[in-house]
């Protein structure tokens, strides 16, 4: 009951916030929602007739807006989505339910509500992929040809690769993990409540390995801060963050203004500090450091895995080789036209694609039109020009009723789609009202292949 009061609480506080109407109203709440995704190539009007079977291993966002586009631009084409999923999960929501904002069911909807017309759903998981003989295999032994392949299976939280955490205490004893599901950031949210009211030691950070939007942990860092300031608790409250590296963010710029926010915010910062393992029961993290193990004893964490490709892509030929995608297997693309490098018929995208940027949302509604363009202009033996340039969003709160969006290329350069008006760099309210509002309907638009 007190959670609950906390939260109306809360949505009351924002709802007095200011707003800078005539900025808002130039963007609108379609326009706020397209920036966040970024415009993307434009679709063909005009349908290619082909007979080309074309699987897609999995439904996640890639998976349903690859197969959205295709099933809009062929006419014929038998179009197979491979995929055990009957939940879908708006993922850029988990944050916001781990927050005390939204609810667990905010995030949570059905595979079938974005299936297209004409498209085959196989209710299983894929097992194994031999791009030799052009086949997928499915869980239970079944095998599927194709002519062409889009491999969109996500990724693998590998919460096993870190000794002592057990997901089913999470939300108890302090310990926290926004990613898991959506009953893991509710209970999260929880969590992050009973340290707000008492105060202790919160301790934040994130993996070693890519991850899917890179802004998750900073961001949470910031909403604890918050959360603890409304309740009158953090001179009662010690924030720790732990970066994997020397640095905040990879893009420089961003890296230097979470630095210069977390300094005077009172949130005390250490650099080369990966999670080791952790002891649940006596409140204590092990971080490995170049100086060697320090343990961290905590009151509130939250727990980032180490995030892989899953085991099929993982094992596969599919697989980078060599380099700095290879020892987790992220898929071997290029990362201009998101194609295979070795299987030309065969293309990454979303979270599996091993390139510089691009796990989020923002990053599969620029992939995928890329990679579809190039698909179908195979099919009808021609080519294609389209590149995705490494675009990726990042709403990256700052504070509850405040964030600023952040979007940049693979060259780390800032791309603000609306110069002049929305500022990457600057606190503001309406870059909240993007991720809290805006985001989420264009997001389903753009699974069904219209955003």
Known sequence: MKLE??????????????????????LGAAGAGSLMLGAGPAQAAEKVRTSARIVIAGAGAAGLAAASRLAERL??????????RKEHLYQPGFTLVAAG???????????AEYLPRGVEWVEERVAEFDPEGKRVVTESGKGFDYDYLIVATGLKLDYD????????????????????SPAGAAATWQALSEFADRGGVGVFSRPATEMKCAGAPLKYTFIADDHLRRRGNRGKAEIIYNAHNKAFFSVPIVSEKVRMLFQERGIKTHLDRVLQDIDPGRRIATFRTPEGPVEQPYDFINVIPPMRAPDAVRNSPLRW?????????????????????????????????????????????????V??????????????????????????ITRLGRAMLVEFDYQDNLTPSF??????????????????????????SMLRGRA
Not at 5 to 26: V, W
Not at 102 to 109: C, I, N, T
């Open 5 to 26: 009061q906390d939260h109306l609480r809360l949505l009351e506080d924002l709802g007095r916030a200011s707003l800078d109407r005539r900025g808002f109203l130039m």
């Open 75 to 84: 006419d014929g084409a038998k179009i197979t989505l491979i995929d055990a």
């Open 101 to 111: 904002i939204k609810p667990s069911s905010y995030v949570v909807s059905t595979t």
């Open 161 to 180: 690769s870190i000794p002592g955490m057990d997901v089913g205490l999470i939300g108890k004893n302090g310990l926290g993990s926004i990613y898991h």
């Open 321 to 369: 080789q060599d380099g700095p995608w290879a020892a987790d297997g992220w898929m071997e693309v290029d990362r201009g036209t998101l194609r295979h490098k070795r299987y030309a018929e065969v293309f990454g995208v979303g979270d599996i694609a091993g390139v510089p940027k691009g796990k989020t949302a923002a990053s599969v509604k620029w992939q995928v039109p």
């Open 371 to 396: 990679a579809v363009d190039h698909l179908v202009a195979s099919i009808a033996g021609g080519s294609s020009d389209a590149l995705y340039n490494g675009y990726t969003s990042c709403p990256l």
């Open 419 to 444: 110069p002049g008006v929305v500022a990457p760099l600057e606190e503001l309210w309406v870059s909240w009202v993007m991720k809290t509002m805006a985001l989420k309907p264009t997001y389903l």
